[in-house]
T-cell receptor, first 115, second 110 residues
Framework: GAGVSQTPSNKVTEKGKYVELRCDPISGHTALYWYRQSLGQGPEFLIY????????DSGLPNDRFFAVRPEGSVSTLKIQRTERGDSAVYLCASSSTGHLTDTQYFGPGTRLTVL | ELKVEQNPLFLSMQEGKNYTIYCNYSTTSDRLYWYRQDPGKSLESLFV?????AVKQEGRLMASLDTKARLSTLHITAAVHDLSATYFC??????????FGTGTSLTVIP
């Protein structure tokens, strides 16, 4: 079956622009996570969805970042007024129920470059 | 904030040798995960450790968890080239947030 997919795979934008990053989780997975990975670092937690609701958004760095999952499947991470420091690989992961024993399946990531 | 440290950060080892990667974390947790990441690829789940003394093995990799010492180890037995990758540990806090270590970049030399 299909794994987690993310689009676009690469996004280059200019400072100050708005971007949207999309994540399609594995079908039927209720838990969805967004992470940001900078070069040479481990992934940094951003937000966790359980179904349609954001169960924990405490990892979002500031109010320029926002994520939605309106129907409990596809999620979109939105970044307003992008800054050069936002450049990173944005990873999405999903798991079956969000239970701590569940395996998280990661997508290939979206590489965001802010010029 | 929970901190997760891995060492070594870089590891170069010969095929056939054994080695251990260490993962220390700063606050109480009994939920520890190991992942593998190949260059330019996403993360692949390796092990889920959910209790003190938990040990999991898959092929040449074995992971263990000591919650009292706040330490997990990933032991590599008789390394082969295919194991070359970056290995991350991650700790889950009570808020269901994953905190990842900085990773250990492993290169296995033929």
């Amino acid at each position: 079956g299909a794994g987690v997919s993310q689009t676009p795979s690469n996004k280059v934008t200019e400072k100050g622009k708005y971007v949207e990053l999309r994540c399609d989780p594995i079908s039927g997975h209720t838990a969805l996570y967004w992470y940001r990975q900078s070069l040479g670092q481990g992934p940094e937690f951003l937000i966790y969805f359980q179904g349609t609701g954001a169960a924990d958004d405490s990892g979002l760095p500031n109010d320029r970042f926002f994520a939605v999952r309106p129907e409990g499947s596809v999620s979109t991470l939105k970044i307003q007024r992008t800054e050069r420091g936002d450049s990173a690989v944005y990873l999405c992961a999903s798991s079956s129920t969000g239970h701590l024993t569940d395996t998280q399946y990661f997508g290939p990531g979206t590489r965001l470059t802010v010029l | 904030e929970l901190k997760v440290e891995q060492n070594p950060l870089f590891l170069s080892m010969q095929e056939g040798k054994n080695y251990t990667i260490y993962c220390n974390y700063s606050t109480t947790s009994d939920r520890l995960y190991w992942y593998r990441q190949d260059p330019g690829k996403s993360l692949e789940s390796l092990f889920v450790l959910l209790s003190n003394g938990a040990v999991k093995q898959e092929g040449r990799l074995m992971a263990s968890l000591d919650t009292k010492a706040r330490l997990s180890t990933l032991h590599i037995t008789a390394a082969v080239h295919d194991l070359s990758a970056t290995y991350f540990c991650a700790v889950l806090n009570t808020g269901n947030q994953f905190y990842f270590g900085t990773g250990t970049s492993l290169t296995v030399i033929p």
